[in-house]
């Protein structure tokens, strides 16, 4: 019973010092508070915050320039550099046909 009567004693004691700790804590809270670095009005949002600006004008004057002069034709060597005959990419796909075809017949090939 002596335990019992200890514990609450003890248990209401380090409550009481917990709450004024915290209370403590929050007086201390208050005196460092500052004022916030802007107003309410200030943070309050409008609708012309929401509207895009006016786009700027655009001189029409001004034309693309590239940096060098336009071809109205490409030479034979120039189109050479990029150029692929048709028959080498349907030759490279049939490759590819075929060895997967080879790979799936022999597959089973012991």
Known sequence: MAFIVTLAVLASSSGSQSRRRAQEARQEQEKTRQAPVLSAEELELTPDDFLLPQAPVVDTDLSYVP??????????????????????IAVDVLKAVNDENMKRLLQGVP
């Open 67 to 88: 940096f060098r002069p336009r071809l109205e034709k490409w030479s034979a060597e120039m189109a050479g550099k990029y150029w692929i005959p048709p028959r080498d």
